[in-house]
């Protein structure tokens, strides 16, 4: 079992910034896709942004030129930089590592709240 715990949710207002880490209890492989969802009130959880071992990203249209997911295999950990927050960006917002067929898991998630 692997736990992941994330940081860094909070309230801001709308075109602040944010910085969310996300820290793995095992080594991250280079097998490991680590990602964010988020879900907010009434609505399904969606991917908002994840990495493979190979660096390459991926992000719903809604957050791209404003997020950025990076990770740090060294630090077992992942993070996303949101830039520019909008009151849409208000969920919970969890992490993910994953290798497909294989294995999945979720943090406990942290609140992400953007005032207008």
């Known amino acids: 079992q692997v736990q992941l715990v994330e940081s860094g949710g909070g309230l801001v207002q709308a075109g602040g910034s944010l910085s969310l880490s996300c820290a793995a209890s095992?080594?991250?492989?280079?097998?490991?896709?680590m990602g964010w969802y988020r879900q907010a009130p009434g609505k399904q959880r969606e991917l908002v942004a994840q990495?493979?071992?190979?660096?390459?990203?991926d992000y719903v249209d809604s957050v791209k030129g404003r997020f950025t997911i990076s990770r740090d295999n060294a630090k077992n950990t992942v993070y996303l930089q949101m830039n520019s927050l909008k009151p849409e960006d208000t969920a919970v917002y969890y992490c993910?590592?994953?290798?497909?067929?294989?294995?999945?898991?979720w943090g406990q998630g942290t609140q992400v709240t953007v005032s207008s």
């Open positions: 095992r080594n991250i492989f280079v097998t490991d896709t």
């Open positions: 993910n590592l994953k290798r497909p067929s294989t294995y999945n898991y």
């Open positions: 990495i493979t071992g190979a660096r390459v990203t």
